[in-house]
C-alpha cells in the first residue's frame, strides 16, 4: 500500500458513506469514529479493475489485535466491490480512532467464522437479517495489523 497522502484515494460515491468519510478525515477521526452509535473505521482498498485507491466506511469488530468486517452489502446478491478488491489485493490501509495503519484481509475461514459472525451481529444486529435476504454467504473479513 502507498504511504498515505502520497496517491489519490477515490472517496465512497455513496454520498452518506462520503459524508462520513469526509468528517472523519477532516477531525483526524474526532468525529466519524462512530455511525448511529456503531463504531467505524475507514478502509482503503486497491481497484481490482483501475489499480485506483478507493476508500469507504465500516462497521467493525475487534478480535485482539484483528479488526473485523462484514462484506454485507445490506443483504445485497452480490459481494460490495471494496470485498471484492481486497481479495485481488489483500493489502489494505485502516483508519481508525484517529491512527493509520496497514493490514493484510482475509476471509474468516469455516472454522472461525461462526464465532465471529456472532460477534459481529452482537455488535450491528441488523447483519443477521442481511444473511436471511440473499442466497450468498456474507463474508467476516478479518484485518491483520502489518507490522
Do not use: C
Not at 99 to 105: E, I, M, P, Q, S
Amino acid at each position: 500500500m502507498t504511504a498515505p497522502g502520497t496517491e489519490e484515494v477515490q472517496d465512497s460515491p455513496t454520498g452518506w458513506v462520503a459524508d462520513h468519510i469526509r468528517e472523519y478525515v477532516e477531525s483526524n477521526g474526532e468525529r466519524g469514529r462512530t455511525w448511529r452509535g456503531y463504531p467505524t473505521l475507514l478502509i482503503t482498498v486497491r481497484g481490482r479493475k483501475s489499480g485506483k485507491l478507493h476508500r469507504t466506511a465500516l462497521i467493525y469488530g475487534r478480535d485482539g489485535d484483528n479488526y473485523l468486517l462484514v462484506a454485507s452489502q445490506g443483504g445485497a446478491p452480490k459481494h460490495p466491490a471494496w470485498y471484492l478488491n481486497l481479495t485481488a489485493d489483500p493489502e489494505v490501509r485502516v483508519e481508525v480512532d484517529g491512527k493509520t495503519l496497514v493490514a493484510r484481509a482475509r476471509t474468516a475461514t469455516p472454522e472461525e467464522k461462526p464465532e465471529l459472525w456472532q460477534r459481529m451481529v452482537e455488535i450491528f444486529p441488523p447483519y443477521a437479517t442481511y444473511q436471511t435476504k440473499t442466497s450468498r454467504q456474507i463474508p467476516v473479513v478479518i484485518l491483520e495489523p502489518v507490522d
